[in-house]
């Protein structure tokens, strides 16, 4: 099983980031995904969901802002965040949808937010 985040970087408070996430050696399209920020001191609870039919949710801190799609086809996993916040910054990694996750977690991708 291998994940590759990428998509994040530095940025501005308020602007848009787009993370994305390859995943290989499982059955993708069967399993319900997440995206799991960890922040130092945090645990790896995950921001947003999506079912393996698409169904989505969102934690208080995510809703609204934050946006999880999936393509099976691409076997991939998308998480599109709006008017990114400071308190967003992080390494955000995908994986089942946890809290306890059945894989091994990839590298993530930081996040970083300053102006």
């Known amino acids: 099983v291998q994940f590759v985040e990428s998509g994040g970087g530095l940025v501005q408070p308020g602007r848009i980031l787009r993370l994305s996430c390859g995943a290989s050696g499982f059955p993708f399209s069967a399993y319900d995904m997440g995206w799991h920020p960890q922040a130092p001191g945090n645990k790896y609870d995950p921001v947003a969901t999506?079912?393996?039919?698409?169904?989505?949710s969102y934690t208080e801190f995510a809703k609204g802002r934050f946006t999880i799609s999936r393509d099976n086809a691409k076997r991939a996993v998308y998480l599109q965040m709006n008017d990114v916040k400071p308190e967003d910054a992080a390494v955000y990694y995908c994986?089942?949808?946890?809290?306890?996750?059945?894989?091994?977690w990839g590298q993530g991708t930081q996040v970083t937010v300053s102006s």
């Open positions: 999506i079912t393996s039919g698409g169904d989505v």
């Open positions: 994986n089942g949808a946890g809290p306890v996750v059945p894989f091994p």
